[in-house]
């Protein structure tokens, strides 16, 4: 699978599987994402359900939502060949094989709630709260799966918890769970408390390369 693929997969499973109560701890690299979203509402509503939305035909959403599905695929596509995410995933390969860019994606968000000033003028709970009220209010517009979502990542503030390593524990823990054959996730926060500081570096490296793409793509 490429990353795009590992992303769907890790989508679907957590819409799919209704029978259980927690799903606090199935997340990927929702932060990350939010943060380029800008300040436009149906871009970040966009941007926060394409995994969700399948296909190149996007006219049944309006401008917005075709914004932010496209924002979010070009992060997902600059993200899984650039070379400085590369090497993250290396790092991580010999733990979590092909999952390996699942388990980078989740680091990638401890490595931008860990650094928030960096990012932000706002403090992160004030962000993550403008994204949630945000979020609620366009869940109209969202596929099913993104709806059914949603209140988990709300009630249990997934956002936030992306800053403390426990947080990424119980992430990575929750995908093992639900995505098949994912176990090998289980226990990765271990190379993210090893090699903190340069995946970190690594991340503002990255998420400045990221930018410029992005702003060269709109020019």
């Known amino acids: 699978m490429n990353g795009n693929e590992e992303r769907r997969s890790v989508t679907d499973a957590i819409a799919v599987d209704r029978t259980k109560n927690d799903h606090a701890s199935c997340a990927v690299n929702f932060l990350g994402h939010l943060v380029l979203s800008g300040n436009e509402p149906l871009v970040i509503t966009g941007n926060f359900m394409a995994d969700a939305v399948k296909g190149r035909d996007l006219s049944r959403f309006n401008e917005g939502l075709q914004q932010g599905i496209r924002l979010h695929r070009a992060i997902d596509t600059f993200t899984d060949t650039h070379p400085i995410t590369l090497i993250g995933r290396e790092r991580l390969r010999a733990h979590c094989g092909k999952f390996a860019g699942v388990a980078l994606d989740v680091f990638y968000d401890h490595c931008i709630a860990s650094t928030w000033p960096e990012h932000s003028d706002d403090p992160l709970h004030t962000f993550v709260q403008r994204m949630y009220a945000t979020l609620n209010s ?34 990575l823990g929750g995908l093992a769970r639900r995505v098949p054959n994912a176990h090998v996730l289980i226990g990765a926060e271990s190379v993210l408390a090893d090699h903190r500081s340069q995946y970190i570096d690594e991340c503002s490296s990255f998420l400045r390369a990221l930018r410029t793409h992005l702003n060269s793509e709109k020019g």
Do not use: C
């Open 138 to 171: 366009h869940t109209h517009l969202m596929p099913e799966r993104t709806q059914y979502m949603l209140p988990f990542m709300v009630k249990n503030d997934w956002l936030s918890s992306y800053a403390h390593l426990d947080g990424i524990a119980r992430a």
